[in-house]
Nanobody, 115 residues
Framework: QVQLVESGGGLVQPGGSLRLSCAAS????????VGWYRQAPGKQRELVAI???????NYADSVKGRFAISRDNAKNTGYLQMNSLKPEDTAVYYC?????????WGKGTLVTVSS
């Protein structure tokens, strides 16, 4: 069983930056694809960014050029660097690990972008 704990969310002004972290325990982190998803109030959960075990990345069009996903397998941790934040980035951000039929989620961290 894998446990995921997100951190780094908070209140930030438009144009600001935040770095989210996803700490994993309980399994071999390096074999998993790491993904970040978000869910805004009244909306469905959507993919923000994903990094495969082979370090390939994919981003939602809405965050390309502003967000960067990374991982440190030695620390069992994934990251999402978010720059040039906009009010529409406000959401609960969830970390996901995926490998085959295994799918694990964190409880989420709230990001609020507001002046």
């Amino acid at each position: 069983q894998v446990q995921l704990v997100e951190s780094g969310g908070g209140l930030v002004q438009p144009g600001g930056s935040l770095r989210l972290s996803c700490a994993a325990s309980g399994s071999i982190f390096s074999i998993y694809d790491v993904g970040w998803y978000r869910q805004a109030p009244g909306k469905q959960r959507e993919l923000v960014a994903i990094m495969s075990s082979g370090l390939r990345t994919n981003y939602a069009d809405s965050v390309k050029g502003r967000f960067a996903i990374s991982r440190d397998n030695a620390k069992n941790t994934g990251y999402l660097q978010m720059n040039s934040l906009k009010p529409e980035d406000t959401a609960v951000y969830y970390c996901n690990l995926h490998f085959g039929s295994r799918d694990y989620w964190g409880k989420g961290t709230l990001v609020t972008v507001s002046s």
